[in-house]
């Protein structure tokens, strides 16, 4: 794999430069763009998404790529788990694309499909304050500096992610999806059985989550007993963050 980077100390959105740039990139090799501050970041459903200095900011662009945006979320998700529990922070997923510590959310991820690729947007919450993270994102937020009462170097963080979430790739591509879907999967578990709000372009609904797809759907009772699937959307009102045992 041949790759290109990009990085700026400060940037209004790494997606942003992503889809503006397209047709500036090579074909023939994989974009990574990275900044130390974003100050009109996107994340789902166009939340903004402003952050300081001192977290992991990255997107990625692919090209004429054969595994799906929502898999390729899958798999920066796992990478993302993966990386925090080498700190010893065990990290949760949460349907469709947030990793949550202790309730609080730690790191986001999305695609999104422009022309002929697949733009992968990463946000992870490495050195932000609790003052910081109040003010920007919410009180419920959390960073690895807050749980492990320490500051960490970004830029090793980054480099671990990239190559965490590239080997996963190259597996992906040589023996297909469905084992790293398994480990998705797994890891929203603690989602089954909970009666959550879900938010679709249709609805919003109070539902009963009863299974999670390998494919990422939610397999959900509504109030009337009907099953359904949800495949986009959002959800709230989960209120317990922690694995049944």
């Known amino acids: 794999m041949k790759f290109s980077y990009y990085h700026f100390e400060k940037t209004d959105s790494t997606q942003a430069f992503a889809k503006n740039n397209l047709a500036k990139f090579a074909r023939d090799r994989i974009i990574i763009i990275t900044a130390d501050e974003q100050t009109h970041g996107q994340g789902r459903l166009d939340r903004a998404w402003h952050s300081p200095k001192g977290n992991l900011l990255l997107s990625i662009v692919l090209f004429n790529e054969s595994l799906s945006p929502f898999f390729l979320m899958q798999l920066a998700a796992l990478a993302l788990a ?26 986001g991820v ?24 109040a003010s920007i994102i919410s009180k419920e937020a959390t960073s690895m500096a807050v749980l ?34 398994k480990m998705w999967q797994q890891k929203l578990h603690w989602m089954k059985g909970k009666t959550i709000i879900a938010s679709t372009t249709k609805e919003v609904a109070k539902v009963h989550i009863e299974d999670i797809g390998l494919d990422g759907s939610l ?12 495949y986009s959307g959002d959800i709230s009102g989960l209120t317990e963050m922690s694995s049944p045992r």
């Open 82 to 107: 993966d990386l925090l529990k080498s700190f010893k922070i065990k990290a949760l997923l949460k349907w469709p694309n947030d990793l949550l510590v202790e309730g609080g959310k730690i790191a």
């Open 110 to 133: 999305l695609t999104t499909v422009c022309e002929d690729a697949i733009i992968l947007g990463v946000g992870l919450n490495v050195n932000m304050s609790s003052e910081e993270l």
């Open 148 to 181: 492990k009462k320490k500051t960490f170097d970004v830029g090793k963080i980054r480099d671990q992610f990239i190559t965490k979430f590239f080997d996963y790739h190259e597996k992906a591509l040589k023996m297909g999806p469905e084992q790293f879907q």
């Open 219 to 230: 397999k959900v009772i509504d109030g009337n007993g009907k099953k359904r699937t949800i």
